[in-house]
């Protein structure tokens, strides 16, 4: 990627928290962010390629957070902790919008991205466990377990906005599972 694809996708990926992708449109897109439709189209291909370089870009926002952590109840924790705070809201709804939409239009550019996503998680999770639990289908069980209880709670509090509640209900599931595995 060039640097002025770099600045363009860095600029679009904020407006795109701000507006979200539902009824992306290139021409006000290209208006807020000093380009123009035809400089996108050229440095990302499509309008799709540049909703999945988008995509991929949030993805990235997440990633991090892991990087040093080997225990999945550790991991859970940090995870929610991240999802949970107020300034990752447009994240998360964009992140949602993108995976509803996986499934309601599996040939668009969000294709596969429900699917990625589960991927990307589980994985991430994976590297949180021993290899001696990870290569296990308990281990497998227990990250999914994990992966399910955010996903649902994250649909939850961007419903309610309830962060208290949905906060002591992650806590109360993951020390429920953490007890029951050690």
């Not at 799709?48 to 990087?67: F, N, Q, T, W």
């Not at 949602?96 to 239009?105: F, H, P, Q, V």
Request: contains cysteine; negative net charge.
């Amino acid at each position: 990627m060039t640097a002025r694809q770099d600045e363009l996708l860095e600029a679009a990926y904020r407006y795109a928290l701000d507006n979200g992708l539902a009824d992306l449109s290139l021409r006000p897109l290209a208006a807020a962010i000093g380009s123009s439709p035809r400089v996108l189209l050229f440095l990302f291909g499509s309008k799709d390629g540049l909703v999945r370089a988008l995509l991929e870009r949030a993805r990235a926002d997440e990633r991090p957070l892991l990087d040093d952590t080997k225990d999945l109840d550790q991991a859970a924790v940090r995870i929610w902790e991240w999802l949970a705070a107020a300034e990752h809201r447009p994240l998360l709804r964009l992140w949602t919008e993108s995976y509803a939409r996986s499934l309601t239009e599996p040939d668009g550019p969000w294709a596969g991205f429900a699917r990625a996503t589960v991927d990307d998680w589980l994985g991430l999770l994976a590297a949180c466990q021993p290899p001696a639990e990870r290569n296990t289908a308990d281990g497998t069980a227990r990250r999914t377990l994990v992966l399910a209880v955010l996903r649902g709670a994250m649909l939850d509090l961007l419903a309610t906005g309830d962060e208290p509640r949905v906060t002591a209900a992650v806590r109360r599931q993951l020390s429920a599972t953490s007890h029951r595995h050690h």
